[in-house]
């Protein structure tokens, strides 16, 4: 009988401790990330052939995937497979980890979670900017024309060029001197045109193989050596021709020697992304191509009826890696320059070599802050865990969420707020990143089944009346032997 008392007791502590613990469940049935805590129970030691109560064996949180619900929160990211995210508190930068994605920014910029805790993950380690400007190091306000934005990636970094112009349209004017160069203000422009295509092109070329070895562009040069019959621009009748791919530029004699073949050389200058200069006392004239790589096919050249040698001392190569792309960068940056415009390039590069480490920082958004762009506020895109921030036409990276996995999980301190510690039964974190998949616009919800929770409250709730009972009856048996004694 004393042993009814005592067995029921245990009873009624463990179910007491199970009802908490499954209405917590029930409570959180709703909490993104929530991992359902799973209760057993064990039975105690045994005299006489009969046990002596129950016990909680343990309470233990159950690891499985939530369902992924899409939200279309741009700030929302879920976990599909393996691995917690790395935050840290403002105040200690203790290190916590935790399942719940629901981000967002912070008065200073950093994306955080609900509770304020800083997201951490990795970030460019530079930014290169190339610039007409040496004062100018974010966009503004001045740089009106967008040429290009391009997100490069392979398994060593991860990479966001961008580059905008000011207005080259209002700012270009007749340049230069007869024969040395010379170039209208439609002619710049259409140069400028074309040498955006061909940046596009080469990010294009670059982003197919951007491991490859760094080998800059190589220009066509090409020399006319007219000394030989140049002496025969005599009269009106007499002229130059020359075939520059499917065209044929023909100038005749005017005023005097000199003069003709300064207007023939301004002519082929006038052509989209060539440029040409002629020595009136040697008679060579030179065409160089503007654009990198580009190949241009100069032949039949004749003074009247004698056609002249036509060599080429310097012949187009493509190039390859960032280089093809630096040196079409270096061609727009002088043509819009020739037109009293500016370029401003910003590239941005995330290295991925050694992620494996886990060395995290915090993910700063605001484009100011980033010295990208004065305006502040960019619109936020998460894409596989990669963040960037779009400015108009232009998106940066400014970061990517990494992952943590443990030999353990089970062995994770919780400390509430959705949130983990390690211990030494967990281990230390190592890198998940290829374990899971980051989900965007998505959250992971609970684990907690609210079916299974209000069974498991019945049945605790009905567990813990029939210890009572037990209690109870143990009592009444005990008082009944005392009145016998008696």
Do not use: C, H
């Amino acid at each position: 009988m004393i042993s009814g008392l005592w067995n029921g007791y245990s009873g009624l502590t463990a179910f007491e401790k199970a009802l908490n613990v499954e209405a917590n469940n029930s409570t959180n049935v709703n909490t993104v990330g929530y991992k359902s805590d799973d209760i057993r129970f064990e039975d105690m030691m045994y005299q006489y052939g009969y046990g002596k109560g129950t016990n909680l064996d343990s309470i233990s949180k159950v690891m499985t995937q939530g369902n992924v619900k899409l939200t279309n929160n741009t700030y929302d990211v879920a976990i599909e497979g393996k691995g917690y995210f790395i935050v840290s508190d403002r105040k200690s930068n203790e290190t916590f980890y935790t399942r719940a994605g629901n981000f967002y920014m912070a008065e200073d910029g950093l994306l955080q979670t609900q509770n304020g805790m800083k997201v951490l993950g990795l970030t460019p380690q530079s930014n290169s900017v190339v610039a007409s400007n040496s004062a100018k190091t974010q966009f503004d306000e001045t740089y009106t024309k967008n040429i290009v934005s391009k997100t490069i990636s392979n398994n060593n970094f991860l990479q966001t060029i961008n580059a905008r112009a000011t207005d080259y349209n209002t700012k270009a004017v007749d340049k230069g001197v007869s024969g040395e160069g010379y170039k209208t203000k439609s002619a710049q422009i259409a140069d400028i045109e074309a040498l955006i295509a061909d940046y596009k092109s080469k990010l294009d070329l670059y982003s197919s193989n951007s491991t490859a070895v760094l080998s800059p562009s190589i220009s066509q040069i090409t020399n006319v050596d007219m000394s030989g019959s140049m002496n025969q621009l005599v009269n009106t009748d007499n002229f130059i021709k020359i075939r520059i791919n499917n065209d044929e530029i023909t100038q005749f004699f005017d005023t005097d020697m000199g003069t003709t073949l300064k207007k023939l050389s301004d002519k082929i200058s006038d052509i989209k992304g060539l440029s040409s200069t002629v020595n009136t006392t040697t008679g060579m004239l030179t065409i160089n191509s503007l654009i990198p790589a580009k190949e241009v096919l100069i032949k039949d050249a004749q003074i009247n009826e004698n056609y002249l040698s036509v060599t080429n001392p310097q012949n187009a190569k493509l190039g390859s890696g960032i280089g093809l792309v630096n040196s079409s960068r270096q061609a727009l940056k002088s043509a819009l320059e020739l037109s009293n415009a500016e370029l401003l390039d910003i590239t941005n590069t995330l290295s991925l070599v050694g992620q494996e480490s886990l060395s995290v920082n915090e993910i700063q958004l605001k484009l100011a802050n980033l010295n990208l762009s004065k305006n502040t506020f960019g619109t936020i895109e998460i894409s596989e865990g990669v963040v960037f921030l779009k400015d108009n036409d232009n998106k940066f990276i400014v970061g990517k969420l990494q992952t943590a996995d443990f030999k353990n999980e089970q062995g994770l301190d919780p400390q509430g707020d959705n949130l983990y510690q390690t211990s030494s039964e967990s281990g230390k974190a190592l890198y998940a990143g290829k374990l899971n998949k980051l989900v965007s616009n998505s959250l992971e919800l609970s684990t907690a089944n609210l079916g299974n929770s209000l069974t498991s409250l019945l049945v605790y709730q009905k567990a813990f009346e029939a210890n009572s009972k037990s209690i109870t009856t143990s009592d009444e048996m005990l008082k009944t032997a005392i009145e016998l004694r008696k």
